[in-house]
């Protein structure tokens, strides 16, 4: 395992169960040889064969796979980097000048032969999870500026083509849902132009060749940012497919000031040959152990309650105090209130941005509440959306100079409201500040940051030119900036990412943000399909679910109670009903299932996630979770189809010689690993949104 540099030629980095081996041509070209399963020794991979001369037709570097490419000098594919230099020489011509591997990190130089500037391609490995993080750093060593325009973090090739692409066909309400294509000719891109990561697509690629969720080759790489984003992967003519994954390149650009260097975020990937399964199991070890964030990273989330979807804009303290105390009493461990809280905020139209406590609604300020949820045994949270500000506001009223703009335009609306320009320095220190004074004055333990609008007219600090389009990158930069500084004066304090639902989950959030509202939309039988697609990518622990009213949301089905308690204990259990208006035998169900979730917690927030049945026959799902010898499962039939009522399910990461304990509905059952792996359960389930749960102990 490791990194091998061989003969000056090449480069091998070794995890667990994969390899990737780059090699210089003798063009001095960063070539990609193979990423995969670990395949032989250094002198297996000298002496390949290389392309032939260049050829007119077929330019050399269009049909070799290369680890980081510009624009221009014969790449017509999508190349990696566009700049232009001060002369207007708009290609970057290199040669690897410097390399070196320090602990798990190569880093890789690439120099202009000609002008002063210089790319690092970095690779550091994390072994044990099989995981690759790639970066580039590009530095400007003349005396004139540079003008990027394009920089991805990373670039790919893959033997082949024709690979099933997965990615997700989202929008509000309807995250994650996973769409898949095959990759024949062109490019198929993925992108996000919000400003924010988005609901329409991740920035991710997963890319295999017949895969199922428990075999076949899975190549995947995470983008880790919050911004515009572009992930290409084209089918070239040439038997590889090239893979692009980075910042978007629509509207951008950065001057490169001499003696300056850019870093792009990170892309985090791997290859895997045990299917879907394996490539989430891998990504989720990996999230939890270097990407989440302490002191919560290896600490139980609580089980909450969110006020939104009782009370929604209309919160009254005597009201809130209420459900405080209905929500205690079934074992509720944090009490948030959602938006609503602050300003004039009566509905969307107004207050956003006057981050003072509504005196109407609560006359003795928010201590009241406050004490009467910590009085309870509960801890207090909140609801924010800092990056915005409606017009009808004192903020905007204070500073109509503070929202993106251009000077001749309408500046548009969404959800009656304007994004601040969060370029401007005062405007970043001003969030803190306030959000700081926020967090000082009230015994505050948990935030819910949310985002609920697009990003519109970056112009205001434009000149027509390179100025205005930098804002996408320097807006992102001051986000992690305020993010990065609240959590350093707070680290005790909570921080849940909402942006109307799943619009910025991604690896660059979840660095800063403990946990993740994944959708608005609550419906326990949609929520089945998102909860779904977003494990792909991201753990259980990441996606806060909440059980609500029924009918809720956007398609006032009926489902039982049961069935959405089921549901939303898939990932970090969170109650949203109207408490105040439940029956005794409704609080009782919710009152027993989040004391068994108490107890269930660390295997669902800390285990390795199996998707065992993906809406087989269209209506049964199956879903996993194993930790230490303890295991879960959760089972739904959200349909009854011509009489069917059993079905088999063989469990997976037991251990074969090892015997359990079985507690299905109907009783207890004594079994060995390798008979649940391999004969499996049978599981009795009928009508429509029945749901079971069945645990799993290993004898000791
Ligand atoms: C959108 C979020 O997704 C909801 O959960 C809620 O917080 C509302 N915003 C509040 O305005």
């Known amino acids: ?61 269009d049909r070799v796979m290369e680890e980081y490419s510009s624009f221009g000098a014969g790449h017509y594919k999508e190349t990696a980097l566009k700049l232009e230099y001060h002369d207007g020489t708009r290609d970057f011509r290199y040669r690897i000048t410097d390399y070196k591997a320090e602990n798990n990190t190569l880093s890789i130089r690439l120099d202009d032969s000609s002008y002063p500037c210089g790319v690092t391609l970095i690779y550091e490995i994390f072994e044990k999870e099989d995981i690759i993080r790639r970066q580039v750093q590009i530095q400007n060593e003349g005396d004139s500026p540079i003008l990027l325009e394009r920089i991805h973090s990373a670039q790919f090739g893959l033997p082949g083509t024709d690979y099933r692409s997965v990615n997700f066909n989202g929008s509000w309400a309807a995250e994650f849902r996973r769409s898949e294509d095959t990759l024949s000719s062109g490019k198929k891109v993925y992108e996000s132009l919000r400003g924010n990561t988005g609901h329409v697509a991740n920035p991710c690629f997963i890319l295999h060749r017949n895969a199922t969720e428990e075999t076949g080759d899975v190549y995947f790489g995470l983008l880790a940012y919050s911004g515009n984003f572009k992930v290409v992967a084209e089918a070239t003519p040439y038997e590889y497919t090239n893979v692009l994954i980075g910042m978007s390149d629509t509207d951008f650009a950065w001057k490169l000031d001499p003696g300056k260097t850019l870093s792009t975020p990170s892309v985090y990937c791997g290859y895997t040959a045990g299917g879907l399964g394996a490539m989430s199991q891998s990504l989720h070890r ?153 967090l000082s004055q009230q015994e ?142 409704e609080l009782a169900l919710i009152r027993e299932q989040i004391s068994v979730y108490k107890r269930i917690r660390p295997v669902i927030q800390f285990g390795d996630l199996y998707r065992l049945k993906n809406y087989e026959d269209n209506c049964f799902w199956a879903v996993q979770y194993v930790k230490d010898g303890q295991s879960i499962i959760f089972a739904f039939l959200t349909q009854s189809r011509f009489g069917k009522n059993r079905w088999r399910i063989k469990a997976a990461g037991l251990q074969g010689d090892g015997l359990y304990q079985v507690c299905l509905p109907g009783g207890s059952v004594r079994k060995s690993g390798a008979f649940l792996m391999n004969f499996g359960l049978e599981i009795r389930l009928s009508g429509d949104y029945d749901s079971c749960m069945i645990l799993i102990e290993q004898e000791a």
């Open 444 to 585: 505050i333990s948990y935030i819910k940051w949310d985002m609920n609008r697009s990003i519109t007219e970056t112009g205001i600090c434009g000149d027509g030119t390179v100025a205005g389009k930098q804002i996408w990158l320097r807006h992102m930069n001051n986000f992690y900036r305020v993010v990065k500084e609240i959590r350093a004066r707070h680290p005790d304090v909570e921080f849940e990412a909402c942006a109307s639902g799943g619009a910025r989950v991604d690896l660059g959030a979840m660095q800063y943000f403990h946990e993740y509202w994944p959708s608005d939309n609550t419906d326990p039988f949609d929520r089945l399909f998102i909860q779904n697609g977003y494990s792909l990518l991201y753990p259980p622990k990441y996606m806060r679910a909440w059980v609500t009213d029924v009918p809720e949301g956007p398609t006032s089905r009926k489902a039982s109670l049961s069935f959405a308690l089921h549901t939303a204990m898939c990932g970090s259990l969170g109650i949203g009903n109207n408490l105040n208006r439940l029956e005794e035998t």
């Open 1 to 61: 395992m490791g990194i091998t540099i061989w003969k000056e030629k090449l480069f091998i980095l070794r995890t667990e169960h994969t390899m990737y081996v780059m090699e210089r041509d003798r063009r001095g070209i960063l070539r990609h040889v193979y990423w995969g399963s670990p395949a032989g020794i250094e002198e297996d991979f000298e002496s390949l064969p290389e392309e032939n001369s260049e050829n007119g037709y077929h330019p050399y570097v």
């Open 286 to 438: 990996f999230e939890r152990n270097y990407l989440m964030p302490g002191p919560f990273a290896g600490k139980e989330l609580p089980v909450l309650y969110n006020s939104w979807y009782a009370t929604y804009f209309d919160v009254q303290c005597e009201e809130q105090m209420k459900l405080a105390e209905k929500a205690a009493s079934l074992g509720v461990e944090l009490f948030v209130v959602d938006d609503g809280w602050f300003g004039t905020r009566q509905d969307d139209t107004k207050g956003l941005g006057d981050w003072y406590v509504d005196s109407g609604k609560f006359p003795d300020g928010l201590s009241r509440l406050v004490n009467h949820v910590k009085s309870l045994g509960m801890r207090f949270g909140i609801w924010i959306e800092p990056e915005m500000v409606n017009p009808d506001s004192e903020l905007y009223r204070t500073h109509p100079d503070w929202v993106y703009r251009f000077e001749n335009r309408k500046i548009l609306q969404g959800r009656n409201q304007y994004v601040l320009d969060l370029t401007r320095e005062d405007v970043a220190d001003f969030m803190i500040e306030t959000l700081d004074k926020l």
